[in-house]
């Protein structure tokens, strides 16, 4: 049986009409002085919350009016309640084994009094900010929101994202062969974020460095997301894969470690992308081998 082919018509219907709409919100946004900075501007943290449902709303849009080939192809299901509990656990674990490595290379040190932190608030809220909580105190409860509240929040952007990228987008590019989709869905992934890239996202003034890190960050990390989309057939896993790993990268770990340098540790530095490449090597090992014991017993 020959190979299906590739869906050209389908693939860049959904990729102009997200990339128009993305680079013209967050273009405006941009112009309108929105910057990257230890607390950006409130409406514009929300407006970039918002375009994180623009590849869903491409995905409608090309379904339903350019290619008219149905929903199912964007396995729009919840699927077994496993891996959901499994990514909740081994994201937060990868995020500790990322940070204890950048304070064991000397990448990075742990602010335990939160110094820099308590600084910034007390710099944005003036001199009638009301005495904060003990370090411990809120580390402790940022802990358990990151593990047990944001991941929901986080996941439902997350799925705006993933019924465009994972739902769509990587089923489309499969015909290509796994190598090469996940690699081009890694970069155009990457390519998304650029106009936030340009203004210090996740890498601050470094810009060219920061988008060569970032693309490799997004098809290191994507493999993982790829795997678990692809073997439980779920577009709802990844937007809560997705949120896990907002959650994480915006929690405990921003406030205790404010000074690493971006390019080399951290989430998504050469130690965070080394760890995310291993992570989706073997859970791709993984998945492989409990697909091919289930074949065996079908057998």
């Known amino acids: 049986m020959s190979n299906p082919k590739l869906d050209v018509k389908g693939i860049f219907s959904f990729l102009g009409i997200t990339f128009f709409i993305t680079y013209l919100i967050e273009g405006a946004l941009i112009l309108g002085?929105?910057?990257?900075?230890?607390?950006?501007a409130m409406g514009g943290q929300l407006v970039v919350a918002a375009v994180m449902w623009v590849p869903a709303l491409a995905t409608v849009l090309t379904i339903k009016f350019v290619t008219?080939?149905?929903?199912?192809?964007?396995?729009?299901?919840?699927?077994?309640?496993?891996?959901?509990?499994?990514?909740?656990l081994l994201l937060p674990a990868?995020?500790?084994?990322?940070?204890?490595?950048?304070?064991?290379?000397?990448?990075?040190?742990?602010?335990?009094?939160?110094?820099?932190f308590q600084e910034m608030i007390a710099?944005?809220?003036?001199?009638?900010?009301?005495?904060?909580?003990?370090?411990?105190?809120?580390?402790?409860?940022?802990?358990?929101?990151?593990?047990?509240?944001?991941p929901v929040i986080n996941g439902i952007l997350g799925f705006g994202e993933e019924f465009g990228w994972r739902g769509y987008?990587?089923?489309?590019?499969?015909p290509l062969g796994k190598f090469r989709a996940y690699v081009i869905e890694g970069i155009i992934w990457g390519l998304w974020h650029l106009p936030l890239l340009l203004i210090g996202f996740t890498y601050g003034h470094s810009i060219l460095g920061g988008i060569l890190a970032f693309f490799a960050l997004t098809t290191a990390f994507g493999i993982y997301l790829n795997e678990l989309t692809l073997h439980y057939k779920?577009?709802?896993l990844a937007g809560w894969v997705h949120g896990v790993f907002n959650s994480q990268k915006l929690g405990v770990w921003l406030l205790l470690f404010p000074g690493v340098?971006?390019?080399?540790?951290?989430?998504?530095?050469?130690?965070?992308?080394?760890?995310?490449?291993?992570?989706?090597?073997?859970e791709m090992r993984y998945l492989k081998k409990i697909s091919g014991n289930t074949a065996n017993a079908e057998g």
């Open 33 to 40: 002085g929105f910057r990257i900075t230890n607390i950006p």
């Open 169 to 174: 987008l990587l089923p489309k590019l499969m």
């Open 261 to 282: 340098n971006p390019l080399a540790g951290g989430y998504a530095g050469v130690v965070g992308i080394s760890v995310w490449l291993i992570l989706g090597l073997a």
């Open 123 to 150: 710099a944005s809220a003036g001199p009638a900010v009301a005495p904060m909580p003990s370090p411990v105190m809120i580390l402790v409860v940022l802990l358990v929101v990151t593990l047990l509240v944001s």
């Open 94 to 116: 990868s995020f500790l084994l990322i940070y204890a490595l950048t304070w064991l290379l000397g990448l990075g040190q742990p602010d335990w009094h939160l110094t820099q």
């Open 234 to 236: 779920s577009s709802v």
């Open 68 to 88: 008219h080939e149905g929903f199912a192809i964007t396995n729009l299901r919840f699927g077994s309640w496993k891996p959901y509990l499994a990514s909740g």
